[in-house]
């Protein structure tokens, strides 16, 4: 598995907080830049880093990031592909939806699909989070939480933990949770419940020295 990290600058526009990567235009920062040119460079780095770590083909296909996405954890915003412990991932982040429009709902959700190990991923996707009916322009706060948040508790190697954001075409009240939390598959995820990806991210999480990790006990259906 490709373990990629990233270096960031981080600014802040319009009530927003936007990545600045090296290693790509974003370094040429501009007070005049606009959010809308700032979010736009901001997500051609983040799709560039999900291809490098293969989370575009092992999770989900292209697509094109449209809704700004900001989460954070213990206040500290999460950069694609940074690399963060188990502990300081233990309690559920805050998330922060853009878009411009309240009649608009969005489901989130955290999946690992290195589970239960990079080498023999034969859990790909677990569920670590699910909450649905978060509408445009507020956060998973205003949503509907139907898979409580479970902490990554990785027992070997590096794990890629994915968040995905989709639009729920539908409207409200029109996805439900899974009866499992292994064996998730966003692919499906869309075309059973008529989902649109609108942003994602990821960051790397590796067992601690001293903690036995979680052994994915069997869940009953």
């Given at each position: 598995m490709i373990v990629v990290t990233t270096t960031a600058h981080v600014i802040s526009t319009c009530g927003w907080t936007w990545l600045l990567q090296e290693g790509s235009e974003q370094r040429e920062q501009s007070p005049t830049r606009t959010s809308i040119e700032?979010?736009?460079l901001q997500r051609m780095s983040t799709v560039e880093t999900l291809v490098q770590a293969r989370v575009?083909?092992?999770v989900l296909d292209s697509f094109t990031p449209i809704t700004p996405l900001r989460i954070t954890y213990s206040d500290r915003l999460l950069l694609p592909g940074v690399q963060l412990k188990p502990s300081a991932v233990l309690n559920k982040p805050r998330v922060d939806v853009g878009g411009t429009d309240l009649r608009v709902f969005y489901t989130l959700v955290l999946v690992d699909p290195d589970a239960p190990s990079p080498s023999n991923p034969s859990l790909r996707e677990y569920l670590h989070w699910m909450v649905v009916d978060v509408p445009g322009t507020t956060g998973t706060n205003f949503g509907q939480e139907l898979m409580v948040y479970e902490g990554p508790e990785?027992?070997?190697g590096f794990h890629r933990m994915v968040f995905v954001l989709f639009r729920q075409l539908g409207g409200?009240?029109?996805?439900f949770a899974p009866d499992m939390r292994r064996n998730f598959n966003c692919r499906n995820f869309v075309r059973q419940y008529h989902l649109e990806i609108v942003a994602a991210t990821y960051f790397n999480c590796q067992r601690e020295a001293g903690c036995g990790g979680r052994r994915f006990w069997p869940?009953?259906?």
């Open positions: 700032l979010f736009s575009i083909e092992d990785p027992r070997s409200r009240g029109t996805v869940e009953s259906s």
